[in-house]
C-alpha cells in the first residue's frame, strides 16, 4: 500500500513558477513510476508528467515543467516555471508500476493540490 500527499499549490500569476511536492509513504518508493496529473473545471483529468528511470511530459508543458525525484526522501516534485491561465486545475500525485501516460496504469492516487494561474 502507498500513501500520497501532495502540497505546494496556491495561487499565481501568468509567468510565475510553483514547486509541487508528493511525498509518499511506502519502503519500496524507488521502484514506482511517479506522475502528475491535473483536472480542469469540467474537464477530464489528463496526464502531465511521469518519473521513472526516464521521463515523459504532456506537449503543453515540455520546457516549461519538470519532474524529478529523491528516492531517499520518498518524493517526487513538479517544478513549474512560466505558468499559464490554461495550467489551472487541480494537480494529483500517483503511483504506478510502469512509465505511462495512462490513468489506468496508475495504482495509488494522492487527494490533490489546487493551482490557480491569474491573468
Known amino acids: 500500500q502507498v500513501q500520497l500527499v501532495e502540497s505546494g499549490g496556491g495561487l499565481v500569476q501568468a509567468g510565475g513558477s510553483l514547486r509541487l511536492s508528493c511525498a509518499a509513504s511506502g519502503r519500496t518508493f524507488s521502484t514506482y513510476a511517479m506522475g502528475w496529473f491535473r483536472q480542469a473545471p469540467g474537464k477530464e483529468r489528463e496526464f502531465v508528467a511521469v518519473?521513472?528511470?526516464?521521463?515523459l511530459y504532456r506537449d503543453s508543458v515540455k520546457g516549461r515543467f519538470t519532474i524529478s525525484r529523491d528516492n531517499a526522501k520518498n518524493t517526487v516534485y513538479l517544478q513549474m516555471n512560466n505558468l499559464k491561465p490554461e495550467d489551472t486545475a487541480v494537480y494529483y500525485c500517483?503511483?504506478?508500476?510502469?512509465?505511462?501516460?495512462?490513468?489506468?496504469?496508475?495504482?495509488?492516487w494522492g487527494q490533490g493540490t489546487q493551482v490557480t494561474v491569474s491573468s
Open positions: 500517483a503511483a504506478g508500476v510502469r512509465l505511462s501516460r495512462e490513468q489506468n496504469d496508475y495504482n495509488y
Open positions: 518519473i521513472r528511470w526516464s521521463t
